[in-house]
């Protein structure tokens, strides 16, 4: 007997994309996943078979508790606004969403407040970055944080562009280099906030 009749709103076909979502993120497999869950060897298996529509709640439950998230999240994935794009090149500015009107982006599990969702433009961080792809940062104050140096950070300068770059220390006092993996460094730059990214999504595969 199904225990998710009562779900109103459980889309069987968003939970399998969803399903299969994190277990990409996590790099684990059906099998493998229904071990670590305390789940029958099928589970996984049955889930995404086509002629069943419905999913038990302890077989939700525990998939929960693998992911470290609650049954909610694992149905359907939290959303949080996208607060704008930051450049991977050296031409493109940062371009701020309104906070309250514009698109939504996955939330990553346990992101407080402070965290930052910045959409990719440009090419000047392949491989590591593509154009589309999601970063997460967070910003607790302005400034500069010790932890932040050496790292890929979104850095914001004072010229008022915002830049997904490796952030180095400048040539001179108070100045900060932003590197590139395949574009000219931006040398001896003048920053105004720099935010480590903590989390990155990839963009959707795009069709051929």
């Known amino acids: 007997m199904c225990d998710t009749s009562h779900m109103s709103k459980f889309d069987i076909d968003a939970f399998r994309t969803r399903l299969q979502s994190l277990m990409d993120e996590h790099k684990i497999k059906r099998k493998p996943l229904a071990k670590a869950a305390g789940l029958g060897e099928t589970s996984i298996r049955d889930i995404f078979d ?63 407040a402070a965290v930052m969702a910045l959409e990719v433009v440009g090419t000047s961080m392949l491989p590591k970055y593509e154009d589309g792809d999601i970063v997460y940062v967070r910003r607790d104050v302005d400034g500069i944080p010790r932890s932040a140096i050496g790292e890929y950070c979104a850095v914001r300068t004072a010229e008022g562009g915002t830049y997904l770059k490796i952030l180095a220390k400048g040539s001179e006092p108070g100045r900060f280099t932003l590197r590139s993996l395949n574009a000219p460094d931006m040398e001896n730059e003048e920053v105004v906030w720099a935010a480590p990214v903590l989390w990155v999504r990839q963009r959707p595969a795009r069709a051929i």
Request: glycine share 12%; net charge negative; aromatic share 4%.
């Open 50 to 112: 086509s002629s069943r529509n419905d999913v038990r709640i302890g077989t939700l439950v525990r998939l929960a508790d693998y992911f470290q998230m609650s049954v909610d999240e694992l149905i359907e994935e939290p959303e949080m606004r996208l607060a704008g794009r930051v450049g991977a090149g050296g031409q493109v500015l940062f371009e701020a969403e309104d906070s309250h009107s514009g698109p939504t982006v996955p939330k990553p599990p346990g992101a407080s």
